[in-house]
């Protein structure tokens, strides 16, 4: 039967697929990945710098190698090797009872004031070979060094070994140290410590290609003659002990002001040096030792502006993994809150499901079905509702399509089913006309594209013996789960939405009833004025309406409904979007329900929050898990990262079977949950930080049709 209608006035911009305002949303993507490409280059510095450093002590052998290649004058030579003069290898070495004191390893907060406070009151001068993370870290104790007449080295930029390095990251390493030591001090240093070095004779092929190298970028390499050990905080005594020299040859004294605890070294050098300067020796910087043209000299403009720029970007790199920290620890923090408060919902929700609503509910049922281009899966969808145990009409609103929805639907002649009608209008106008035309008090309002179980409209209509209850919520199930990208939005369903809709009953703050499968009173629709058109998420906003006009909405697991899920990521994601941002819209829209009383209270304190903190902030933290995973795979110890991601996937596989089992779901499609962690989840993120974005923006979203794939059949 055909029933014809006064079309509603078409209102520019409100139809199905009309606009209010529809601006393209570039510039935030684009800021998006200049972020996005600024943190990972913040990042992979972080990294490098670090957690790429070499921790192990100066003095500890590393593995030993072939010496042939080095040649005689530099292993019989002094500790100062020029490897690229014209005539050849040259070495030098301090003068007949001169002492070179040299520190490694700094400059560090704690130990480098110390000891400059030592030399300056015993007035001795030393030289400091830096690292050059740790000049970036402290600028301002490199200044003091040079300020208070000592001469200062490189250590390289992270402490690596050079000697193992490949060729363009002994580059790097070199290039990095001079700039940091530039930026922070205004000067270059020619003089360079390798890391792991030791004596002239101990030298192997591959740290002589280092040297070598060293050599050709400019650089002179200062070994050492003397250990002091103290890396090995040996105890005073030994340090002193190890540091004096023994005869009258000049020596290169190695300590260290950073790198571990230094107390004894302090408290070493405050002894040696009175003691030598006594027994006759005299104490200097490398180059005033071996004679050498001032090697400090004032660094260039581009190599100063360079460093400052390293500097500045490593401090950034710093506090953005600072921020980046607690941000993982507030998504950890919120994930954890919500697996308890779902699961423990859910648990109680379970023990509460035989409750009984009062004396069964057998009045009839009008069943509202808006339609625009639903031909592939109208048919099944009303035949499964005529099919129903539970007396219905069964109202098929055309809403303007041009696929011929109303003719197939009109050529079957069922009994019980009305069509309308209507210019394309959206929706909301649908769903009104199909509420002014139903006999009904009780009313079921099914998407085109969903196909109920035979007791789906008995059960959900029951909850409606309570007069309090003013909608119900069905169980809405993915009908076409072929494929991950089914499976993964079925784990969805019954894992994310449905654990969620148990907790909302509980806590008497649903904030949707699905379009899909729901129940409403009429006259609690008549009330609050009926569908709204204001949002793209109409189900969400008419839900919210009817709690904050006092009524209950309650979820009924057993009323079931088939539902035809996205089958490419593109339609997924336009199905997402506009979910999303409706949500934001409609809650936007009921945000004085904060501040009210009762059931509306319920709603805004409860509901609202628990969108806000689950549905909004948690996924906008979510990629910080990601990125922590990737940088620690990188730079961390991969084996822990893995580790902690099976952890947490452990605790989403035994969430997802309880949820399974409370649905009475297969445990199969489980399988795919581990892949689901590496698109799909990245997806719907990136789908509420658009939402996010385009609210922010003030921007309208056309209304998009999903497709359709015939996938729908009447169940038996």
């Not at 009045?363 to 007396?391: K, Q, T």
């Amino acid at each position: 039967m055909t029933t014809p209608t006064r079309t509603a006035p078409r209102r520019r911009g409100r139809g199905r697929r009309g606009t209010v305002r529809s601006v393209p949303l570039r510039t935030h993507w684009l800021l998006l990945t200049v972020l996005i490409t600024t943190l990972s280059a913040a990042l992979l510095l972080q990294g490098y710098t670090r957690h790429m450093y070499g921790q192990t002590a100066d003095g500890a052998a590393l593995s030993q190698g072939s010496d042939a290649d080095v040649p005689a004058v530099v292993h019989g030579g002094g500790p100062v090797i020029d490897p690229g003069s014209a005539a050849g290898p040259s070495t030098a070495r301090p003068s007949a009872r001169t002492i070179a004191l040299t520190f490694d390893d700094g400059p560090d907060p704690r130990w480098t004031p110390q000891i400059l406070d030592v030399l300056r009151r015993h007035n001795v001068h030393a030289t400091f070979f830096v690292v050059g993370t740790q000049v970036a870290d402290n600028p301002g104790l490199a200044r003091r060094i040079l300020a208070e007449g000592n001469q200062i080295g490189i250590h390289t930029f992270t402490h690596t070994d050079l000697g193992s390095a490949a060729p363009w990251r002994r580059s790097l390493e070199l290039r990095e140290a001079q700039l940091a030591l530039a930026g922070a001090t205004g000067r270059t240093s020619s003089l360079l410590r390798p890391p792991y070095s030791s004596s002239a004779d101990a030298l192997t092929d591959t740290d002589w290609q280092a040297v070598q190298q060293a050599g050709r970028e400019g650089y002179l390499t200062v070994l050492t003659t003397l250990d002091s050990e103290d890396w090995q905080r040996p105890g005073v005594e030994k340090i002193l002990a190890n540091a004096t020299p023994h005869g009258a040859d000049g020596q290169v004294l190695l300590m260290h002001d950073a790198g571990g605890d230094r107390s004894q070294t302090v408290a070493a050098l405050d002894q040696l040096l009175p003691r030598l300067q006594a027994a006759g020796y005299r104490f200097a910087t490398v180059g005033d030792a071996v004679g050498l043209p001032n090697p400090v000299k004032a660094a260039g403009a581009s190599d100063r502006w360079q460093g400052e720029a390293l500097i500045a970007a490593m401090t950034a790199g710093d506090w953005a993994l600072g921020i980046l920290d607690w941000l993982l620890y507030a998504a950890g923090a919120v994930s954890v809150l919500r697996a308890v408060a779902v699961l423990v919902a859910a648990r109680r929700h379970k023990r509460l499901r035989g409750r009984s609503w009062g004396p069964p509910v057998t009045e009839p049922v009008s069943v509202i079905v808006p339609a625009y281009n639903e031909v592939a899966g109208i048919e099944p969808a009303v035949r499964s509702l005529l099919a129903s145990d539970h007396p219905v009409e069964v109202i098929v609103v055309d809403d303007g399509s041009t696929d011929g929805t109303a003719d197939l639907v009109e050529s079957l002649n069922l009994p019980g089913v009305r069509v309308i009608r209507q210019e394309n209008a959206g929706k909301p106008v649908a769903l009104n006309t199909g509420i002014a035309a139903a006999r009904s008090e009780l009313l079921v309002m099914v998407d085109g594209d969903t196909v109920f179980e035979p007791d789906a409209v008995r059960m959900l209509v029951q909850p409606f013996a309570d007069r309090r209850i003013g909608a119900v919520s069905g169980n809405a199930k993915v009908v076409n789960r072929g494929g991950l990208l089914g499976r993964w939005q079925h784990i969805e369903y019954v894992v994310g939405f449905n654990l969620d809709r148990r907790l909302f009953d509980l806590a008497e703050c649903m904030p949707t009833v699905p379009g899909a499968v729901g129940a409403f009173r009429r006259s609690a629709l008549l009330r609050v004025g009926g569908v709204g058109m204001s949002t793209l998420a109409e189900d969400t906003d008419l839900t919210m309406a009817l709690c904050r006009a006092g009524w209950r909405v309650v979820y009924e697991e057993r009323a079931k409904a088939w539902t035809e899920a996205p089958a490419s990521l593109g339609a997924l994601w336009r199905q997402r979007y506009r979910w999303c941002y409706g949500t934001l819209q409609a809650m936007w829209k009921h945000r004085g329900a904060l501040v009210q009383g009762g059931q509306a209270g319920k709603l805004g304190r409860r509901g609202l929050g628990y969108l806000l903190m689950f549905q909004v902030l948690l996924p906008l933290l979510s990629p910080v898990v990601d990125v922590f995973a990737l940088y620690g795979l990188a730079f961390l110890d991969p084996v822990r990262v893995i580790g902690v991601w099976l952890a947490f996937l452990v605790v989403q596989l035994a969430m997802a079977g309880y949820a399974f089992r409370l649905d009475r779901e297969r445990l199969g499609p489980l399988w795919s949950l581990p892949l689901q962690q590496f698109v799909y989840r990245q997806l719907m993120y990136l789908v509420v930080i658009q939402s996010v974005f385009t609210a922010v923006a003030g921007s309208r979203l056309r209304w998009q049709r999903m497709q359709r794939y015939g996938s729908l059949q009447v169940p038996r």
